[in-house]
């Protein structure tokens, strides 16, 4: 057997000059084998591109899923700590301040006393800007905004929120909020 010239890379082989056509035949037969293993390549590579795709896929959905978890832990953990706040400012307050009675004028309370509903105030004001820059989800907010607002319409909060009303005008967001607590109430 004589070997022939190469065609793209594949040799071919051709029969001696008795046997015609033979040659032609080792030939087809060569590159035949040869385009299915580049077919199985293209294939493997395929599979390998798909899987490599699933891969990423799979990845950016567990980041996603990871970093939504961590903001909602993030904000209930902001929350929580601002409710503890506040409820050890109430707790030092007398229980008197918690009664709905001395609306008609005005309460008597203690320099202490009134810082602390201040600070009790400014806190729930630092919280609602919280929530209103997305740092405390909605859905947590909601459990505890009754008990902040029905806090807020009591006759010691209104009392002290008309002396510190002004400082909030740079935030007209609460201001309002803290408008419909009072109109509410009345």
């Known amino acids: 057997m004589r070997s022939g010239k190469s065609v793209i890379g594949i040799s071919t082989i051709t029969a001696p000059r008795g046997n015609k056509g033979r040659g032609t035949q080792v030939a087809q037969g060569s590159w035949a084998r040869s385009r299915k293993v580049e077919g199985g390549i293209a294939a493997l590579d395929h599979i390998l591109k798909f ?23 993030l904000g209930a953990d902001i929350f929580l700590r601002y409710s503890e706040r506040i409820s050890d400012l109430r707790r030092r307050l007398p229980t008197a301040a918690f009664h709905d009675e001395g609306a008609g004028g ?18 729930i004001f630092e919280l609602y800007e919280l929530k209103v820059h997305g740092f405390v989800p909605p859905g947590i907010w ?19 929120l008309a002396v510190v009303q002004g400082r909030f005008a740079k935030h007209p967001r609460f201001a309002a909020w803290l408008d419909q607590i009072g109109q509410g109430r009345a």
């Open 51 to 73: 899987m490599t795709l699933g891969i990423i896929i799979v990845g950016i959905t567990a980041i996603y899923t990871a970093l939504h978890t961590n903001n909602r832990r």
């Open 106 to 123: 005005t309460i008597e309370m203690t320099p202490d006393e009134r810082r602390i509903v201040h600070e009790v105030i400014f806190s």
């Open 142 to 160: 909601k459990i505890r905004e009754p008990d902040i607002e029905r806090v807020l319409s009591l006759p010691v909060f209104q009392q002290e």
